[in-house]
């Protein structure tokens, strides 16, 4: 059963435009959220995290916003770069369950130059 | 210098034969893990250690067992590999428990 969901597979961006990656989660106990950013045969890197006392959390051009009713979180880069192609995962915790990070199946996000 | 390295990064072996991937992390993390990515690139935790102990055990073959020698390392031995257990392996660690994770760069695992 997959708690952390991300149903685009993949998005195509120009350069300069906005890229929004998106990631839905059904366990209301998650409380703490990452974006990890995957090139090809490298490991996930941390980008960004959020916790649920928070809405939006800011960081350069990346910016993540959380919905707690709607379980949703997005992932926005404005603007993108073509160095920002690559896969990005979402991850979410909560309390109580060894606090292990659950993953998305990733989406894969090409900046088109 | 590597904060999470792991080793073999590519490992290609045949059914039933038993095999190793290392892990070590220079960070000074309390907290190391194996994921495992499938097919479908769903990233799952197999395993948690927590200063040497065990703290996650998924539900994993008990063909897969880690080892813990010191914190800074988590090693996986894989017994009797089987067809399916190829996929990309990744080792990660963390301050504490429940805070950002800093993966190795994976093992592919081809099991022919």
């Known amino acids: 059963d997959q708690q952390v969901k991300q149903n685009s597979p993949s998005l195509s961006v120009q350069e300069g435009r906005i890229s929004i990656l998106n990631c839905d989660y059904t366990?209301?106990?998650?409380?703490?959220f990452l974006w990890y950013k995957k090139y090809p045969a490298e490991g996930p890197t941390f980008l960004i995290s959020?916790?649920?006392?928070?809405d939006k959390n800011e960081d350069g051009r990346f910016t993540v916003f959380l919905n707690k009713s709607a379980k949703h979180l997005s992932l926005h880069i404005v603007p993108s770069q073509p160095g920002d192609s690559a896969v990005y995962f979402c991850?979410?915790?909560?309390?109580?369950?060894?606090?292990?990070?659950?993953f998305g199946t990733g989406t894969s996000l090409t900046v088109i130059p | 210098d590597t904060a999470v390295s792991q080793t073999p990064k590519y490992l290609v072996t045949q059914m039933g034969n038993d095999k190793s991937i290392k892990c070590e992390q220079n960070?000074?993390?309390?907290?190391m893990y194996w994921y495992k990515q499938d097919s479908k690139k769903f990233l799952k935790i197999m395993f948690s250690?927590?200063?040497?102990?065990?703290?996650i055990n998924e539900t994993v073959p008990n063909r897969f067992s880690p080892k813990s020698p010191d914190k800074a390392h988590l090693n996986l031995h894989i017994n009797s590999l089987e067809l399916g257990d190829s996929a990309v392996y990744f080792c990660?660690?963390?301050?504490?428990?429940?805070?950002?994770?800093?993966f190795g760069s994976g093992t592919q695992l081809s099991v022919l």
């Open positions: 990660a660690s963390s301050q504490n428990r429940g805070e950002k994770l800093f």
């Open positions: 366990n209301s106990m998650f409380d703490y």
């Open positions: 959020i916790s649920s006392i928070k």
């Open positions: 991850a979410a915790s909560a309390p109580g369950t060894g606090n292990q990070f659950y």
């Open positions: 960070l000074g993390h309390d907290t």
């Open positions: 250690y927590n200063n040497k102990e065990l703290i």
